[in-house]
């Protein structure tokens, strides 16, 4: 419910302040600097005044000297409202609820894994309760085993109930609950087992104790104050969600969420949060490369340098493949060397053509894209052929909210306050508000969904085309597969006319730019009526917007232009190309090409045919620019400098650029000039975030907090002199714990703390207000917004209805949030989640074959042959069948395609 701008005079301790009227207590007082205790409100998922720590006295007025107790979090801040925070009352009521709960807590803070970032600890101290007075027994409780992720020590509970709102209320979680009997209250799973929502790690964040922590960070714990931290993005797929990287050893060793109010707010999904293990594998290549016979040999940066500049830059034909899972400035570096018609987007063309088609549209059409945290504001939304569960996780976690929408209209219409979430709640009754799916077969949005309608690729775009005709007759008519579907189109077309602000959902997963035009159609025709429509696409990669912003040529181009010959080196900035292309193509390639040099930080299929290869940076030991589906520019940092041969690919590019040009860029903010000025499209790419001139007064910013210890100690069985900490010449940011210590720009938020509040609580003192936009504007900058003349224009190339084919199937791609992303596979704790490869196929197409759930088949494609045990997924049409994207075994397939599929 919008608050608008009316704003109130509250006086808090006989001191005036001017606030948004309607806001509760508790936010308010946070908001304006002041150090209230709580426990159970949560800024994303609002007030049930559960723990009843937030107390303070309420007066009637100016001569009112008794007043009464009221919890702040369930009291609305209206005009004239006094209260005390400070009142002996209010401070011994809090002391005394905290002692309450800490009855049966035990006393393990030395080796709680929370201890030192524990909101428990900064709340008990900011209370005033020092000494607990009850000598019985202590309640304790069984720990379950919750999978890879999670470790649950359920002694150290408050019955504070953020877990199970969050995990139920806000993530739709079903595997979780609170199981209570007379005083004894548990919070876990009705039995042990891996938690199965995708956004389980936030428990981690939202817990205010240490009932739930990290347990891949368990397995090399490092206290949190000593921890080398650096503001990044996450690269596990296109929406750029914030993260905040840590490093301990040489190694990283968690990763949190970074607050960003228009991308991800207080949340990531598990992929984020705990596929970072590869950038710590055993796999990674850390020296120089060189190959000899049929092993590669390790070789001295120095000498690597100058042997690539003899033996690669010797050739005048030198062609550059990027990657979308490399920085806009890496990518940028390889143009440069290479030359404008001579560099390659790392993606077969089908691909390349489909992300370039969306970002057109975004870019020339009249709709705008919403940022991630926008999509929570929509009050009907249409998913047109993407799993976005899978393919793009937070957005799926958005449209959960949007969901909420249209029902708590009725709450508000009550008067009830939007952050009383009890009261919104039982007047919803679980009501979900106007969200469609029209997919080929079901997803985990299904849950929420008012109408989900499954069928083929060719004729969900067909639908799409339908739906915009029925909201803009002038469009042609088009005929749908049957009665059920003409229904479904009706009620789509119905149902998004009558929102506010409905929300188209799309995406390039099932590779139909059919399926991407009718989504746009759908957005035009609703902009048209007047409707303040959303279109959103999801991507496959990190930087596949940015890259496909830069690149005119795709690999199909490279594969083409190698079988003319002539090529007489090949250079791979951090691109396995066997992920990309099927085997036998990728071998051909790369025997054309002459020789081969790769940049790449893990160890391929790739790497095992180059001549050299060279040790290219993760997100944790680069820094650079990524573009997400939104076309928003942001900056990752460099966690800590490794003491190896790796870094930045711009940085191994440029030194090559210098070698053979004389043309050599100082530090990161050069390439980003040189960059800007060649692609006036990405201009804005450099206000992203501060340059590294930028100090506060003449201090950069630490990426060590000020509790940081054992400087000296921790190379002491190198050198019993503490080292000088490396120079970052390429940031704002330093490699120690001196610096400014006060809020840095919002770009540059290496992690968050504040006196007395050292837990992740402590982000809303770098909030203008609680859950608003960070101090200076939320990081990142948009590249692409909507044309006023809608220069796309409408779509009018309408596929004809799939037709099947006698013996053959349609293979689609089935894709996995554990199993279908490059790097995250590579992480131990994330890949107990993978499943086994199969083929999904309906139970009439089962039958018809003489097969059962479990068989092993053969698929037969284009010469190749796949061997997998089949699955029955009635919701897939008849004729098409589903295979995981990315999994062992199955890298480089082109989807979609017929194949033969027969019993082994």
């Not at 030395?110 to 020092?130: I, R």
């Not at 047109?384 to 508000?412: F, H, S, W």
């Not at 292309?581 to 025997?591: G, R, S, T, V």
């Not at 400098?641 to 210098?658: A, G, H, M, Q, T």
Request: aromatic share 10%; with cysteine.
């Amino acid at each position: 419910m919008p608050l608008g701008l009316i704003m109130a005079k509250i006086f808090v301790d006989n001191i005036e302040y001017e606030v948004p009227d309607g806001k509760n207590l508790l936010e308010v007082c946070l908001s304006l600097g002041f150090n209230l205790t709580y426990f159970c409100w949560h800024p994303a998922m609002h007030s049930v005044g559960a723990c009843r720590q937030c107390g303070v006295v309420n007066f009637k007025d100016e001569n009112d000297k008794r007043g009464r107790l009221v919890m702040a979090c369930m009291q609305a801040a209206t005009n004239g409202i006094r209260i005390s925070i400070e009142d002996p009352r209010a401070h011994a009521f809090r002391a005394g609820n905290i002692e309450a709960l800490m009855l049966n807590h035990p006393h393990d803070c030395p080796v709680c894994d929370e201890g030192g970032e524990c909101h428990l600890q900064d709340m008990t101290l900011m209370s005033g309760h020092n000494y607990r007075r009850n000598t019985f027994k202590k309640r304790t409780h069984y720990n379950q085993y919750l999978g890879p992720f999670i470790n649950h020590e359920m002694n150290r509970c408050i019955q504070c109930y953020r877990c199970v709102r969050f995990y139920n209320d806000y993530a739709g979680g079903k595997d979780f609950a609170v199981f209570a009997a007379h005083d004894d209250v548990y919070f876990g799973r009705q039995e042990e087992g891996a938690l199965e929502n995708e956004f389980s790690g936030n428990l981690v964040e939202v817990c205010p104790t240490g009932v739930f922590t990290d347990k891949v960070l368990r397995k090399h714990y490092t206290r949190k104050w000593d921890l080398t931290s650096a503001p990044s993005v996450c690269h596990q797929c296109s929406l750029g969600c914030n993260i905040l990287a840590s490093e301990r050893y040489g190694g990283i060793r968690r990763i949190l969420t970074r607050y960003n109010g228009d991308v991800n707010g207080y949340f990531i999904c598990d992929r984020g949060r705990f596929g970072y293990e590869y950038a710590n594998s055993d796999k990674r290549i850390k020296q120089a490369l060189k190959k000899s016979g049929n092993t590669l040999q390790h070789l001295s940066k120095d000498s690597a340098l100058q042997e690539i500049k003899d033996f690669i830059f010797s050739g005048k034909n030198i062609i550059g493949i990027g990657s979308p899972r490399a920085s806009l400035e890496s990518n940028f570096m390889l143009k440069e060397l290479v030359g404008e018609n001579n560099f390659y987007g790392g993606i077969p063309k089908q691909e390349s053509a489909l992300i370039s088609q969306a970002i057109s549209i975004l870019h020339q059409g009249k709709v705008k894209t919403p940022s991630l945290k926008e999509v929570e504001s929509y009050d009907a939304v249409l998913i047109l052929g993407e799993d976005i569960t899978n393919t793009a996780p937070m957005l799926a976690l958005a449209v959960r909210q949007a969901a909420k929408n249209k029902p708590r209209e009725k709450a508000y219409a009550l008067k009830i306050p939007h952050w009383d979430d009890a009261a919104v709640r039982e007047i919803v009754q679980g009501e979900i508000g106007p969200v469609y799916l029209l997919t080929t077969h079901h997803t985990k949005l299904d849950e929420i969904s008012t109408k989900s309608q499954y069928t083929t690729p060719d004729d969900i775009a067909r639908a799409g085309f339908s739906i915009a005709q029925q909201i803009n007759h002038s469009l042609p008519t088009v005929d749908t597969a049957d009665d059920a579907m003409q229904a479904f189109v009706a009620a789509v077309a119905r149902d998004l006319l009558n929102a506010k602000r409905p929300l188209v959902i799309s995406g390039t997963s099932l590779f139909s730019s059919s399926v991407i035009q009718a989504a746009a159609n759908i957005a035009y025709a609703l902009k048209d009526s007047g409707k303040d429509a959303g279109l959103v696409y999801a991507v496959p990669e990190v930087n596949s917007t940015g890259m496909s912003m830069m690149a005119s040529k795709d690999l199909d181009d490279a594969i083409a232009r190698a079988n003319e010959g002539g090529i007489d080196a090949l250079i791979i900035t951090e691109n396995d190309l066997y992920y990309r292309i099927e085997k036998n193509k990728a071998d051909d390639f790369l025997k054309n090409c002459g020789h081969v040099l790769v940049l790449e930080n893990l160890q391929n299929e790739t790497t095992a045919k180059a001549d050299y290869v060279l040790p290219a940076g993760t997100f944790a030991e680069s820094t650079g620019t990524v573009v997400n589906n939104e076309g928003r520019a942001q900056r990752f940092y460099q966690v800590y400098k490794p003491s190896n041969d790796i870094c930045s690919s711009w940085e191994w590019l440029n030194e090559f650029r210098n070698s053979v040009s004389d043309t050599y860029a100082e530090n990161f903010d050069a390439v980003v000039d040189e960059m800007v000025k060649r692609y006036p499209d990405l201009q804005k790419v450099k206000f992203a975030a501060p340059d590294a001139n930028f100090r506060k007064g003449t201090q950069k910013i630490p990426r060590e907090t000020a509790r940081y210890s054992g400087r000296t100690a921790m190379l002491a069985n190198i050198n019993v002199s503490e080292p000088k900490p490396p120079v970052d010449k390429d940031s704002p940011l330093s490699f120690t714990m001196e610096g400014y210590q006060g809020i840095p720009p919002s770009a540059d938020i290496p992690f968050f703390w504040s006196p007395g509040w050292n837990s992740v609580q402590s982000i809303n003192r770098y909030q203008t207000e609680v859950g608003g936009s960070l101090h200076g504007g939320n990081p990142g900058v948009r590249l692409l917004e909507p044309s006023e003349e809608n220069k796309s224009g409408y779509f009018d190339k309408i596929p004809e209805r799939f037709t099947k084919k006698e013996g053959e199937w349609w293979i689609i791609p089935f894709y996995h949030i554990y199993g279908s992303d490059e790097l995250s596979v590579k992480g131990p704790a994330l890949a107990e989640r993978i499943p086994s490869a199969y083929i999904s196929m309906n139970e009439k197409d089962l039958n018809k074959n003489n097969l059962r759930e479990g068989d092993k088949v053969t698929i037969s494609f284009s010469g190749d042959k796949i061997n997998v045990p089949v699955k029955e997924e009635n919701t897939l049409p008849d004729g098409v069948a589903g295979l995981p994207k990315g999994f062992e075994g199955l890298t480089g397939v082109q989807f979609p395609f017929w194949g033969k599929i027969t019993k082994v």
